[in-house]
């Protein structure tokens, strides 16, 4: 069964790998700000990041109707049509022109983002359907480590294609290639015929009664989401992409900008990013199947926190390869840390529609961080105040992600407070 589990995780890597276009936004964002006789059209930083911005909410808007349809008709048919979407998406994105942002609205943020959604919504769950709870991490890590890692091919061909071809031209070809090669993949993505919470041809046991303990089995998306977990893990998801979704829709700018345009590689930051977010989400998945998903999650956020209260001090090559590698490892293990720990919490039964509720988080993350960094950098010519506030954000999800861990709670009655705090599992 497991030979035909790789063969699922493998196609849903390669899936990834084409959905993740969405990650070298970047590159296009910053041809579209240059001046119309460098080839570029005239946008500013704000109309340049609403694409990518709207591409994001539509995706995690997405995740919760995908969820469900690939949980009733299985993943293949879902991640087929995603494919589809997403090819065509770029294909009419490539009709935008200086004066005319609609397209770019409707190609990369409508259709492109449903499409990305639909794919990525099928990839995880079928893959983890096929391997018992002890391995969950790791082929979580391993299927959005493609996603992670695309800008690595897609940035440096983006950029040759935008200096050959020109913007129209180059959506034109990226959508057909896309077009091809993800419904090629997404031919491969099934479950086993008997699913459940642990591995193929079982089922976890629900607990009786109205009452909903995390990890006890399957569970409903109406009963996870009475649970106090799910708030918690929803909030933390928001906080914790605010960042990185941030960095990534304007890393290619923000080198240009805190370099004094000495910088001319903003490309190569970007698939360095990709190199690590891919990086972080397999690691992260391996060591929390050691220590646990939650330790794990106020880890990262920490880290990530802390690289971005130093990132106003980014102006040279070597700063920014640092600052690049982090942002993308701590990023990226949060995307295999919040689906994994949605099975372990709710069971893999339900996962694509539960993951896909919790994954709205990442799209109120991905809709501040992006505009909030495009607005302060139009205002202020500088994007400080966006790292200063996603910091913070940061640690306030390391925060909830220790008060889950402790087990903490406040109860009021009859003019007394009282606190408890119970060590939870990881």
């Excluded at 990534?248 to 930051?269: C, D, E």
Aim: aromatic fraction near 12%.
């Amino acid at each position: 069964m497991q030979n035909k589990g790789w063969l699922v995780v493998g196609a849903g890597t390669g899936l990834n790998l084409a959905l993740g276009v969405l990650y070298a936004w970047s590159i296009f964002s910053k041809q579209f700000t240059e001046a119309l006789d460098k080839g570029g059209f005239g946008w500013t930083k704000t109309e340049a990041t609403l694409p990518y911005t709207l591409a994001i909410a539509c995706f995690a808007v997405m995740m919760i109707p995908a969820g469900r349809l690939q949980d009733r008709f299985g993943p293949r048919v879902v991640a087929s049509c995603g494919a589809v979407l997403t090819g065509i998406g770029l294909i009419i994105t490539s009709f935008g022109t200086p004066s005319s942002i609609l397209p770019a609205l409707l190609g990369f943020g409508v259709f492109a983002g449903m499409g990305i959604g639909l794919g990525y919504a099928s990839a995880t769950p079928a893959a983890v359907k096929w391997f018992p709870p002890e391995k969950k991490g790791l082929i979580t890590g391993l299927v959005v480590a493609g996603f992670g890692l695309a800008p690595v091919y897609i940035a440096p061909l983006s950029k040759y294609l935008l200096a050959t071809y020109g913007i129209s031209n180059s959506f034109r070809i990226l959508g057909l290639a896309f077009l091809v090669t993800s419904t090629i993949f997404a031919q491969f993505i099934n479950n086993p015929e008997a699913v459940g919470s642990g591995q193929p041809g079982s089922r976890n046991k629900k607990k009786p009664g109205n009452a909903v303990s995390p990890g006890s089995g399957d569970y409903s998306w109406r009963e996870m989401v009475r649970t106090r977990e799910f708030y918690l893990l929803y909030i933390q998801y928001a906080c914790a992409a605010t960042a990185g979704l941030m960095i990534i829709g304007h890393l290619a700018k923000i080198v240009a900008v805190q370099s004094g345009n000495t910088i001319k590689i903003g490309f190569l930051f970007v698939a360095l990013l990709a190199i690590f977010n891919a990086g972080g989400r397999v690691v992260a998945g391996i060591v929390s199947d050691y220590i646990g998903r939650v330790v794990t999650i106020a880890f990262v956020c920490i880290m990530q926190s802390l690289i971005m209260f130093f990132y106003p001090q980014f102006t040279t090559t070597t700063a920014f390869i640092l600052g690049s590698a982090m942002v993308g490892f701590n990023y990226g293990a949060c995307l295999s840390l919040f689906p994994a720990t949605t099975a372990d919490n709710w069971g893999t039964k339900n996962l694509g529609l539960n993951y896909g509720i919790l994954f709205t988080a990442w799209g109120v993350g991905g809709v501040v961080g992006p505009m909030l960094a495009g607005k302060i950098a139009d205002i202020t010519g500088r994007y400080h105040l966006a790292y200063y506030i996603a910091g913070t954000l940061l640690m306030l999800a390391a925060f909830l992600a220790m008060v889950s861990y402790a087990g903490f709670s406040v109860k009021v009655g009859e003019g007394e407070v009282t606190i408890k705090l119970s060590k939870k599992k990881a």
